[in-house]
């Protein structure tokens, strides 16, 4: 896995922050040269807030981006947050975000990436605002409310508006 984060200052306090993230799982060969099996919980999946072992997507539900039901083995995630402090003592900031993801079940990495929004490399995509609160002894506690723009592929979900609570650092 390869993650990427950067923050920006823009104005006054306003700040930035991007983040990109990919990874790929391979299986290896035992010493028969047979596949060995990718065990469940580190296999990726996506959706909501992305506890307890998956990857934050807001605007869909918890862990409901995936090809199946055992997760997939290849991740692409990236988000864009301009955040707007409110206070800073505690600290307390908002945030509105725009980001895009999806997790795939493919060994072939070699195939084009296409730029039309169809086929295998179809990214689910979202926005949203919310808000955090730094809390000394705890850590962040935040809530978002993000619309996910696409249906989700195994549930045939519509799409709309999703809440995530965050307990702890995502980024």
Same mark, same amino acid.
């Given at each position: 896995?390869?993650?990427? #984060?950067?923050? +920006?200052?823009? $104005?006054?306090?306003?700040?930035? *922050?991007?983040?990109?993230?990919?990874?790929?799982?391979?299986?290896?060969?035992?010493?028969?040269? #047979?596949? @060995?099996?990718?065990?469940?919980? /580190?296999?990726?999946?996506?959706?909501?807030?992305? *506890?307890?072992? &998956?990857?934050?997507?807001?605007?869909?539900?918890?862990?409901?981006?995936?090809?199946?039901? @055992?997760?997939?083995?290849?991740? =692409?995630?990236?988000?864009? #947050?301009? %955040?707007?402090?409110?206070? /800073?003592?505690?600290?307390?900031?908002? =945030?509105?975000?725009? #980001?895009?993801?999806?997790?795939?079940?493919?060994?072939? *990495?070699?195939? +084009?990436?296409?730029?039309? %929004? /169809? &086929?295998? $490399?179809? =990214?689910?995509?979202?926005?949203?605002? &919310?808000?955090?609160?730094?809390?000394?002894?705890?850590?962040?506690?935040?809530?978002?409310?993000?619309?996910?723009?696409?249906?989700?592929?195994?549930? &045939? /979900?519509?799409?709309?508006?999703?809440?995530?609570?965050?307990?702890?650092?995502?980024?």
């Amino acid at each position: 896995v390869l993650n990427f #984060e950067w923050f +920006s200052p823009t $104005f006054w306090k306003f700040v930035l *922050m991007s983040s990109f993230k990919i990874g790929v799982i391979h299986p290896l060969k035992n010493l028969d040269n #047979e596949r @060995t099996l990718i065990p469940f919980d /580190e296999k990726f999946i996506m959706g909501g807030n992305g *506890m307890p072992y &998956g990857n934050m997507l807001r605007g869909y539900p918890d862990n409901s981006i995936s090809p199946g039901p @055992t997760g997939g083995n290849a991740l =692409l995630r990236s988000v864009t #947050e301009f %955040r707007v402090p409110i206070s /800073e003592n505690p600290v307390i900031y908002g =945030l509105a975000f725009a #980001e895009m993801g999806n997790v795939w079940n493919t060994v072939n *990495m070699t195939e +084009s990436f296409d730029v039309p %929004r /169809e &086929g295998s $490399f179809t =990214l689910k995509r979202s926005a949203g605002i &919310g808000i955090r609160f730094y809390m000394p002894m705890m850590g962040v506690l935040g809530f978002d409310m993000g619309y996910g723009f696409d249906v989700i592929d195994n549930t &045939g /979900e519509k799409p709309g508006w999703n809440y995530t609570i965050i307990f702890g650092n995502v980024f």
